[in-house]
């Protein structure tokens, strides 16, 4: 059966006319059941074909004092110092971290997660390709296995996240260069596909854009693991009315479209001013310097593993935490007179 389509401990409750709380249990073996109700829930798991999930049932099975933590990758330096704010407070409170990464492979995520819960981790801190539709998400509600989104923002109140406001930053990188004179502008983001963060942070970059009565943006989408190749770039910046100004995604995207726009002849800042979002530190050693929107990692990752051990203990509530996020400047960025 389609993953999609797969019955849920809900759907086995209704059924039944019980409690998801009464199918747990008949499901563990635990507490004690009316023979009559057992076999109404075994019924219902027989008609419907629920297979039950390994996710939940492992982590009641036995708990160890560890957690497991789920990136898209560990090769972008934001996702590597967000674990080690984690690490840091997991270390500080006894606790140990085990991690993995989903390549930004929405299929990766279910089996990771999986593996995660295999070795009996008391929660988890979790970053998915897409908050809203999320199978990986639905399961561990279904299975009530505490979790922190963690970079992910979402409109559900249930579920916890620690996150900057995304299209806020977009925003914000957009009336930074319209603050410099730049009026023609474009974006440079990862395929949308593999991140809800990219896509917020388009959503306000085009907002401010609009509002300030300017052309719509272009768009340059780019695969995350792929080179940005020279004809990604060239189709909107070798002509006569190129963007003079643009907003990356994350700051690894703006360091290969500053090498990609150099071989296409073009210099930041003097030809295209480039803004990057994240506030990696490499971002800072190279020439021109990176302007970039920071995002607070290594402090979000200290909050997140705060509020997930608040969660395992019944001690919080859900909630959704906005971490601030600032403007570094940088020499990539200039005034548009000087590109004129």
Request: hydrophobic share 40%; glycine share 8%.
């Amino acid at each position: 059966m389609n993953v999609l389509q797969r019955p849920t401990l809900h759907d086995v409750a209704a059924r039944a006319g019980v409690s998801i709380a009464t199918v747990s249990r008949v499901l563990n073996g635990t507490g004690i059941i009316r023979p009559a109700t057992e076999a109404k829930v075994r019924e219902a798991i027989r008609q419907l074909g629920f297979r039950p999930n390994r996710m939940g049932r492992d982590l009641r099975m036995g708990q160890s004092r560890s957690i497991g933590v789920l990136l898209p990758t560990l090769a972008n330096p934001i996702f590597a110092d967000s674990v080690a704010g984690i690490q840091e407070a997991a270390r500080n409170a006894g606790w140990t971290v085990l991690i993995t990464s989903s390549d930004y492979d929405t299929g990766h995520e279910q089996t990771a997660v999986e593996g995660l819960l295999s070795e009996r981790v008391a929660g988890l801190i979790i970053t998915v390709t897409n908050a809203d539709t999320s199978q990986v998400l639905n399961s561990l509600d279904n299975e009530l296995v505490p979790y922190v989104l963690f970079h992910n923002e979402t409109g559900n109140p249930a579920r916890s996240c620690v996150a900057v406001d995304n299209a806020r930053a977009g925003y914000d990188a957009a009336q930074t260069l319209i603050s410099h004179g730049h009026q023609r502008l474009g974006m440079v983001a990862g395929q949308f596909a593999a991140s809800d963060r990219s896509r917020s942070r388009h959503a306000g970059f085009t907002v401010a854009v609009r509002a300030a009565g300017l052309p719509q943006p272009d768009l340059i989408e780019i695969d995350f693991n792929s080179d940005i190749a020279c004809g990604a770039l060239r189709a909107a910046f070798l002509t006569p009315l190129r963007p003079t100004g643009i907003f990356c995604s994350n700051d690894l995207l703006a360091l290969r479209t500053i090498a990609g726009l150099r071989e296409l002849g073009l210099a930041v800042p003097y030809d295209v001013s480039v803004i990057g979002m994240d506030g990696i530190n490499v971002g800072q050693l190279i020439a021109p310097s990176l302007a970039s929107i920071v995002q607070p990692s290594r402090e979000m990752g200290r909050q997140a593993f705060a509020h997930l051990l608040a969660r395992i203990a019944g001690d919080a509530e859900p909630e959704q935490i906005r971490v601030p996020h600032s403007y570094r400047p940088g020499q990539s960025l200039s005034a548009a007179k000087l590109q004129e």
